[in-house]
């Protein structure tokens, strides 16, 4: 069975500074992988996926991950946050196969914006 | 606009009572999902259906019951065996087919106990 796991339960950056969101998987096989946004009492909002082929994706406002092999990473990225980034982030992992099984999804980062 | 629609936004349950949560999809989808989340534990997979009238347990489904008799709908029913059932749910969909398709999340339904 897949696993998802996010290190880090909150993190504080400051407003225009770069963000890194950890995210590590374990899976038999590359898996497909997912970060998702949540507002508070809100629904999660797909910010990009993984599936094959190009390991850097780039995804809605301004974010990128990386998928790393090697490491079993997919970590989040984005150059300069906004105030409006501030949110709980969930890394997901889907399983190959075929079928539309629910999503393994990491326990969340809250990320905070100091202005 | 296609989308997911979850009512209640805000529930509540007496002691040994059964509470249904409504799922509406219009995105045209085979396969529906409800997810449980408390604070701190991510989303736990409860129900999954990849067609009408079939669906499988996920993780957490004791206490819990699904029906899928709509391409459309896909109701969560909380029973009163589910002993913790404060929490919010929500529920997704996406579509099938060779390819994975990623899922799509409705606003979700905060459940609580009187």
């Known amino acids: 069975a897949q696993s998802v796991t996010q290190p880090d339960i909150h993190i504080t950056v400051s407003e225009g500074a770069s963000l890194e969101l950890r995210c590590n998987y374990s899976?038999?096989?590359?898996?497909?992988l997912f970060w998702y946004v949540q507002s508070p009492g809100q629904g999660l909002q797909l910010l990009l996926k993984?599936?094959?082929?190009?390991?850097l994706v780039q995804g809605i406002k301004g974010f990128e991950a990386e998928f790393k092999r090697s490491q079993s990473s997919f970590n989040l990225r984005k150059p300069s946050v906004h105030w409006s980034d501030a949110a709980e982030y969930f890394c997901?992992?889907?399983?190959?196969?075929?079928?539309?099984?629910?999503?393994?999804f990491g326990k969340g980062t809250h990320l905070i914006i100091q202005p | 606009d296609g989308g997911i629609t979850q009512s209640p936004k805000y529930l509540f349950r007496k002691e040994g009572q059964n509470v249904t949560l409504s799922c509406e999809q219009n995105?045209?989808?085979?396969?529906m999902y409800w997810y449980r989340q408390d604070p701190g534990q991510g989303l736990r997979l409860i129900y999954y259906?990849?067609?009408?009238?079939?669906?499988q347990k996920g993780d957490i489904a004791e206490g819990y019951s699904v029906s899928r008799e709509k391409k459309e709908s896909f109701p969560l029913t909380v029973t009163s065996a589910q002993k913790n059932p404060t929490a919010f749910y929500l529920c997704?969909?996406?579509?099938?087919?060779?390819?994975?398709?990623?899922?799509?999340f409705g606003d979700g339904t905060r459940l609580s106990i009187l």
């Open positions: 899976y038999g096989a590359t898996p497909y």
């Open positions: 259906s990849q067609i009408v009238n079939d669906f």
């Open positions: 997704a969909s996406s579509g099938s087919g060779r390819l994975y398709q990623p899922q799509h």
């Open positions: 995105l045209n989808h085979d396969a």
């Open positions: 993984y599936f094959s082929g190009d390991t």
């Open positions: 997901a992992v889907g399983a190959r196969g075929g079928g539309a099984d629910g999503l393994t």
